[in-house]
């Protein structure tokens, strides 16, 4: 008799308990919405990229809901302004967990992303990176993916592209060493440098935050290379590029996607074109596509908030779209089955066609562009 209450009480229980899973499992999708948010730097000293992102996201996010949304449910996105800060990062995720969000865009820079995706992993919340690029984040587990190439990806391809189309046979290396994303770079085109038996004649690396290049450059003239790799943010780059060029540095220099902006930051100087014209860098996209598709997010994004969309926008724009893409495809908004349908992916956007490696990174070309009278010039897409 006793036996038998017992049992009843357990049967009871589970019964209980099963309705309230089915409601955990399918949370944020009450409802006529399906929740999805999303973090980045609003304000702080990064802002200008997770900005970038976020008023792209609400781009796709309003695309999409237009089109129908997802699984005939409009999207609610719920952005979260984390200020660039880890711990920021951890407080903004832990907050959109408990509002029942199925999913997340986000973090945008390296470090806050790699911290979130940890926890995400912990937690089985799927996540998307648009921007944030270094290797070790979508190495934290199988919830955690990205838009954007690695770090590493972009130092081998353009190693490999001064060996094999340019003939370099000598290298140096100029990078911020206080700065994850360029140091992986660095690191990387120096290794395959090795490899494809070009000489690295300098690796010189300066403090984050640094304005005077003068002593580095110095020493890298001395030696003469035939490439000058600098895998830095554009306004860096500038900076960089007008001393060199007051110390009648003669060659050529490379750069990866942070080189994204170097353009507005000239505001018309056209003091380093020569320079520039003997440049190369490798980029997630060419703004002088003839695609439809980007050619009108472009002038919308324009129209919409005043400024130009940078290569942050662009990513953050196809992130969005990858994961509602992944969630139809899934037919639910169970973590597990989103977490599938991302693996899956084959998505043309405004990057191009998008699939996954096995570490869930993006399987893409990158766009080698040039300048023209102080304007981009796209050469050719490269695939190391």
């Not at 997802?70 to 407080?91: N, R, S």
């Not at 998307?128 to 690029?133: H, K, N, P, R, Y």
């Not at 353009?158 to 094999?164: E, I, N, P």
């Not at 003068?214 to 554009?234: G, H, S």
């Amino acid at each position: 008799m006793k036996k038998t209450r017992v049992l009843s009480l357990v049967l009871a229980a589970a019964l209980l308990v099963m309705p309230m899973a089915g409601c955990t499992q399918d949370a944020g999708a009450g409802g006529d919405t399906i929740k999805i948010g999303g973090l980045a730097p609003l304000t702080g000293d990064l802002s200008q990229y997770g900005v970038a992102v976020n008023n792209a996201v609400l781009m796709a996010v309003e695309d999409i809901n237009k089109n129908g949304g997802i699984l005939g449910k409009q999207i609610e996105y719920m952005p979260e302004d984390e200020k660039g800060d880890v711990t920021e990062a951890i407080t903004a995720y832990n907050k959109l967990v408990a509002e029942g969000v199925v999913a997340i865009v986000g973090d945008v820079t390296s470090a806050p992303s790699k911290a979130v995706a940890q926890r995400a992993n912990d937690d089985g919340m799927p996540i998307i990176t648009a921007s944030g690029t270094d290797a070790d984040i979508t190495l934290t587990g199988k919830y955690a993916y990205r838009a954007c190439f690695i770090d590493p990806y972009q130092g081998k391809l353009m190693a490999t592209y001064a060996s094999k189309e340019m003939g370099a046979k000598t290298v140096a290396i100029l990078y911020d060493s206080g700065d994850s994303y360029s140091t992986g770079i660095a690191d990387a085109f120096e290794s395959t440098a090795k490899e494809l038996e070009m000489t690295v004649t300098n690796k010189e690396g300066y403090a984050h935050g640094s304005t005077d290049f003068n002593a580095q450059l110095t020493k890298i003239k001395a030696n003469n290379p035939d490439v000058v790799m600098l895998p830095v943010y554009y306004n860096d780059v500038v900076l960089i590029l007008k001393q060199a060029q007051q110390q009648g540095l003669t060659s050529q220099f490379l750069g990866a996607d942070g080189w994204d902006g170097v353009v507005p930051q000239l505001a018309g100087d056209t003091s380093i074109n020569d320079l520039l014209a003997k440049a190369y860098f490798c980029s997630q996209y060419s703004a002088s596509s003839d695609d439809p598709d980007l050619q009108n997010f472009l002038k919308t994004y324009k129209e919409k908030y005043g400024i130009d969309a940078n290569m942050f926008a662009v990513l953050g724009y196809d992130a969005m779209h990858i994961l509602a893409d992944a969630i139809n495809r899934a037919g639910s908004t169970d973590a597990d089955k989103i977490i599938q349908a991302l693996s899956e992916t084959n998505y043309s956007g405004l990057t191009g066609t998008t699939t996954f490696d096995e570490n869930r990174n993006p399987v893409r070309e990158a766009v080698i562009t040039t300048f023209e009278n102080g304007a981009y010039k796209v050469l050719q897409t490269y695939k190391a």
